[in-house]
């Protein structure tokens, strides 16, 4: 069966970084997930993950918003998001919101780009009085895109990462439900199909070439 591909955003701004540490631990807790699903064949389902720092591309955001075009490396990096079967989506959380960063690279994505496409949300801030931004500034997000959210978002403060941790929920336990309704929602799909949206006929719809664009062809 061919596996799966997870693609892992990541929207922390230092290196190293506890975003990103959230990001792979969330990653690591689905494909464990998905080798408990069943596939078609009977057996467990395997999968790839693609993860991507937005921090190591943010001029090249920045550029896109400015000019209507995306260069080479975030070219790859929206045809890997929009192609893969399932999202991770992760940032931290700046003045009770997603970060600036995440956003900017949202917008340069086409609206109906995720529609139906399974996510699992994270976030990590300093305290944990900013848990509920994934519910009322980051899901309502993805719900424009007509994403498909999973119910459990995983937020992390920094306490979660220190000597103190919470031990009502533990940060691990709530990782593993979130991976657990990712894979779950993976499961249910049908694997996704890579397409590349700068292709003409993606991109100017009905199959049409950049013939068609410029007007030479038979009918334009």
Do not use: C
Not at 16 to 35: E, I, Q
Not at 36 to 61: K, N, W, Y
Not at 94 to 118: E, H, N, Q, R
Not at 131 to 159: K, N
Request: proline content about 6%.
């Amino acid at each position: 069966m061919t596996a799966r591909r997870i693609a892992v955003v990541s929207a922390g701004l230092s290196n190293p970084s506890s975003t990103r540490m959230l990001a792979d631990r969330l990653a690591a807790a689905t494909v464990r997930a998905l080798a408990q699903e069943q596939g078609p064949d009977g057996q467990g389902i395997s999968a790839e993950v693609d993860v991507f720092e937005l921090r190591d591309h943010a001029h090249d955001i920045t550029n896109n918003l400015l000019t209507g075009f995306a260069p080479p490396a975030l070219e790859r990096v929206v045809n890997a998001v929009i192609s893969a079967d399932a999202l991770i989506a992760v940032t931290p959380i700046f003045s009770t919101s997603y970060s600036g960063l995440f956003k900017s690279f949202i917008d340069v994505l086409d609206p109906d780009a995720l529609t139906g496409m399974p996510v699992l949300i994270g976030a990590n801030a300093g305290t944990p009085r900013h848990s509920l931004a994934i519910d009322y500034a980051i899901r309502p997000l993805f719900a424009y895109l007509h994403a498909a959210p999973v119910s459990t978002g995983v937020f992390a403060a920094s306490s979660d990462w220190g000597a103190h941790p919470d031990d009502v929920a533990p940060l691990a336990s709530r990782i593993d439900r979130g991976a657990r309704e990712l894979a779950a929602a993976i499961a249910r799909r049908e694997p996704s199909v890579a397409v590349d949206s700068f292709d003409p006929a993606q991109y100017l719809g009905e199959g049409r070439s950049f013939g068609h664009l410029l007007g030479g062809l038979a009918g334009e």
